[in-house]
């Protein structure tokens, strides 16, 4: 039922040494990205900037994959060659959201499920067609007075096994992100458990989904405490709370495990990354999913101007070369300035 194919593109998305871009921001996402750096959202201006992502030269000595928005998948650059083909003849795999976003749950207070399974079906194998090799599904859990609830936790679990199964009926790989967000005031030992919770109930609809193993990577959050938690703990902290709730949620079957940032900031995300490669070895290769975090600075180094078009490059590769460092354990702080 499954193919090596799949087998081998999660391994290619996974690769050490390299990580997964999160280029997939919605046009309302972009918008806001776009006007805090002084730009005006229109398809042009955000073609252009997704060209300068995919066509960073060497982009794929660091990057394996990048995530998609539909918008992107369907543009042409500056030259008339598919962007979606620039990734590609750079050493990057293309990959797409799938997901339509979090929704309120009915019959909880404030709590999400995201939407998206009505049509995926056929909306995958366009994809397919489109020449995608991966997909991506993110579900949202927040931290606070009874949260997240077992129901919100079941429903997103129960929505991400449906749509890995549906991706890997496709021929393409699955990224499955369940993020518990870092919002608030909680700590790391409420985080720790909530990731618990959540990782638990994932790998036991995708079992109960028939959903291979081999043929998906996990995009969870790090397990750190709440942005408005004091004192927050250190990187060491952050990597034993994540390895040990990993160890305890996510069979060894699994290929890789690519972090997603949630919030975090650049320099933050990167040396906890590398403090989790620290303890080495593990059961999983273990990398990154970054997308602000990395493109963040390219974006206010090139601010629309085609005379940094060049630098904003550079600085995209340079912070995709840090965090490939951190995934072998190798980053250094005196690096960000090399």
């Not at 650049?266 to 906890?272: K, R």
Request: aromatic fraction near 4%; glycine fraction near 8%.
């Amino acid at each position: 039922m499954f193919s090596d194919d799949m087998r081998l593109i999660a391994q290619q998305m996974v690769a050490p040494g390299k990580g997964i871009l999160a280029a997939d921001e919605s046009t309302g996402t972009m918008e806001k990205r776009l006007h805090a750096v002084g730009l005006d959202s229109n398809e042009e201006v955000r073609r252009q900037y997704r060209e300068l992502i995919v066509s960073t030269p060497e982009l794929g000595n660091s990057i394996s994959g990048v995530i998609l928005y539909d918008e992107t998948v369907r543009q042409d650059s500056s030259a008339g060659v598919p962007l979606r083909k620039i990734a590609e003849q750079n050493g990057v795999l293309p990959g797409i959201k799938v997901d339509k976003g979090a929704k309120p749950l009915a019959g909880t207070d404030g709590e999400k499920i995201t939407e998206g399974l009505d049509g995926l079906r056929d909306r995958l194998t366009e994809y397919v067609q489109l020449g995608m090799k991966f997909t991506k599904w993110r579900a949202v859990l927040d931290i606070g007075s009874g949260r997240p609830s077992d129901y919100a936790i079941h429903t997103n679990a129960h929505a991400l096994a449906r749509y890995a199964a549906l991706s890997q009926e496709a021929g393409l790989v699955p990224m499955v992100e369940p993020e518990v967000l870092m919002d608030g005031d909680h700590s790391l030992a409420a985080a720790e458990e909530a990731s618990t919770r959540a990782l638990r109930r994932v790998f036991a609809e995708l079992a109960e989904q028939h959903v291979d193993l081999e043929s998906m990577v996990l995009k969870p959050n790090m397990v750190v405490a709440g942005k408005e938690h004091s004192p927050q703990p250190g990187s060491t902290e952050v990597a034993e709370a994540t390895v040990r709730t990993l160890k305890r949620t996510v069979p060894a079957a699994v290929p890789g495990i690519a972090f997603l940032s949630g919030g975090q900031s650049d320099e933050e995300a990167t040396v906890n990354l590398n403090a989790i490669n620290q303890l080495a070895p593990l059961p999983w290769q273990v990398t990154f999913s970054f997308g602000r975090g990395l493109l963040a600075p390219a974006l206010q180094e090139w601010v629309g101007r085609d005379e940094k078009f060049d630098s904003a490059q550079q600085v995209l590769a340079h912070r995709a070369k840090l965090n490939g460092a951190a995934c072998e354990g190798r980053y250094e702080s005196a690096l960000e300035h090399a």
